[in-house]
Nanobody, 121 residues
């Protein structure tokens, strides 16, 4: 089992920044990649970003490229998502996920409880 706990969400004005953090615990040796997804009201959950175990390979959905940065600290067992230049359309519940076998949009089996990000115009 793997446990994921997100933190760092909140309310921010458009153009502002937030940093989300995901604390990972449990059977971390079974994790190859980590990812962030989000779900806006009335929409399906969508991929945001993913990172490999070494942290040297990342991928992003087009709408956040150049604004969001995913990173990981294996010593602290955390995965962060730095979000800059936020837009109202970034408003969603953000979920941490264990990711697939390779860096990509495929989610893994474990999810956090989610953290709300609200961007006001």
């Amino acid at each position: 089992q793997v446990q994921l706990v997100e933190s760092g969400g909140g309310l921010v004005q458009a153009g502002g920044s937030l940093r989300l953090s995901c604390a990972v615990s449990g059977r971390t040796a079974s994790i190859y990649t980590m990812a962030w997804f989000r779900q806006a009201p009335g929409k399906e959950r969508e991929f945001v970003a993913a990172i490999n175990w070494n942290g040297d390979r990342t991928t992003y959905t087009d709408s956040v490229k150049g604004r969001f940065t995913i990173s990981r600290d294996n010593a602290k067992s955390t995965v962060d998502l730095q979000m800059n230049s936020l837009k109202p359309e970034d408003t969603a519940v953000y979920y941490c996920n264990t990711g697939g076998l390779v860096v990509g949009r495929t989610p893994g089996p474990y999810w956090g409880q989610g953290t709300q990000v609200t961007v006001s115009s």
